[in-house]
């Protein structure tokens, strides 16, 4: 294993347990001890974890992964979402694409599309994801339209209010949301107060809305919420989704498509 592997593997267990010991780490990913204390280390000296006595905690009490660990995570469900998102998209539309793993792939999945190969544009993509922008900026059929504001680290999102400015001059066909939550109740949600801001006025800019969850984020409670759900259109979701939670969804008038 890698040590970029071992790297993203140690921080999932992390957030999904807590608490780590090194013996109970080296067991999990079949290597030594040794080798488990020295990823300790050094992901301590990055503000990733806090070292203890024999092991390590998650670094803070609202912990997030940036952006660049957590793309292994549900790979195939995310891919899954993705392509069932982008057949949603029809060509010479204007989308919105937040930030995020599993709009990445939706991004990845509408480069491919062959019906959007050519066109003047094929797709117009408006987006605060520098990532996003990078991927899609070497496809000449596509017209992609970066707003402004200060770069977030953890998701790779341009929040601020450079951002407003862009985003209250234009208008969308479908605005895609990744979010960190989704519920009936709640609605979608992020961990960050700013890039949710960011999200909610692309939600206003777009005649529809589409969110793209896995199924672990439904259900779910997060910080920052970014549009009650009666504002979603259609819920894009793997089909391990509860079926109770999925039921309840529907009945909020939402459409919801599983992969």
Same mark, same amino acid.
């Given at each position: %294993?890698?040590? !970029?592997?071992?790297?993203?593997?140690?921080? =999932? /267990?992390?957030?999904?347990?807590?608490? /780590? !010991?090194? =013996? &109970?780490?080296? +067991?999990?990913?079949?290597?030594?001890?040794?080798?488990?204390? #020295?990823?300790?280390?050094? /992901?301590?000296?990055?503000? %990733?974890?806090? #070292?203890? #006595?024999?092991?390590?905690?998650?670094?803070?009490?609202?912990?997030? $992964?940036?952006?660049?660990?957590?793309?292994?995570?549900?790979?195939? =469900?995310?891919?899954?979402?993705?392509?069932?998102?982008?057949?949603?998209?029809?060509?010479?539309?204007?989308?919105?694409?937040?930030?995020?793993?599993?709009?990445? &792939?939706?991004?990845?999945?509408?480069?491919?599309?062959? !019906? $959007?190969?050519?066109?003047?544009?094929?797709?117009?993509?408006?987006?605060?994801?520098?990532?996003?922008?990078?991927?899609?900026?070497?496809?000449?059929?596509?017209?992609?339209?970066?707003?402004?504001?200060?770069?977030?680290?953890?998701?790779?999102?341009?929040?601020?209010?450079?951002?407003?400015?862009?985003?209250?001059?234009?208008?969308?066909?479908?605005? @895609?949301?990744?979010?960190?939550?989704?519920? @009936?109740?709640?609605?979608?949600?992020?961990?960050? =107060?700013?890039?949710?801001?960011?999200?909610?006025?692309?939600?206003?800019?777009? &005649?529809? @809305?589409?969110?793209? +969850?896995?199924?672990?984020? $439904?259900?779910?409670?997060?910080?920052?919420?970014?549009?009650?759900?009666?504002?979603?259109?259609?819920?894009?979701?793997?089909?391990? +989704?509860?079926? &109770?939670?999925?039921?309840?969804?529907?009945? +909020?008038?939402? #459409?919801?498509?599983?992969?």
């Amino acid at each position: %294993m890698s040590r !970029d592997a071992r790297w993203k593997a140690l921080l =999932e /267990l992390l957030v999904d347990r807590g608490r /780590l !010991d090194v =013996e &109970e780490a080296a +067991a999990e990913l079949a290597v030594s001890a040794a080798t488990i204390r #020295r990823d300790f280390d050094q /992901l301590a000296e990055q503000q %990733m974890l806090v #070292r203890t #006595r024999g092991g390590a905690v998650v670094h803070g009490v609202s912990y997030e $992964l940036p952006l660049r660990y957590k793309t292994a995570r549900r790979a195939s =469900e995310k891919q899954r979402i993705a392509r069932a998102v982008a057949e949603l998209v029809a060509p010479g539309e204007a989308v919105g694409l937040t930030g995020g793993t599993t709009t990445t &792939e939706v991004a990845r999945a509408l480069a491919v599309r062959g !019906d $959007l190969a050519s066109g003047s544009p094929a797709l117009t993509v408006v987006t605060n994801a520098l990532n996003i922008a990078n991927e899609l900026a070497v496809r000449p059929q596509f017209k992609i339209v970066v707003t402004g504001g200060v770069a977030r680290p953890q998701s790779y999102e341009l929040i601020g209010p450079l951002a407003d400015g862009v985003l209250g001059q234009i208008r969308l066909d479908v605005a @895609v949301l990744g979010v960190v939550a989704f519920d @009936v109740t709640h609605g979608a949600a992020a961990h960050d =107060e700013a890039e949710a801001a960011i999200n909610r006025l692309l939600c206003e800019r777009a &005649e529809r @809305v589409v969110v793209a +969850a896995d199924s672990s984020k $439904l259900g779910r409670r997060a910080f920052a919420r970014i549009c009650p759900a009666h504002l979603v259109d259609t819920l894009v979701t793997d089909a391990a +989704a509860d079926p &109770e939670t999925v039921r309840g969804i529907e009945e +909020a008038g939402i #459409r919801v498509v599983t992969v």
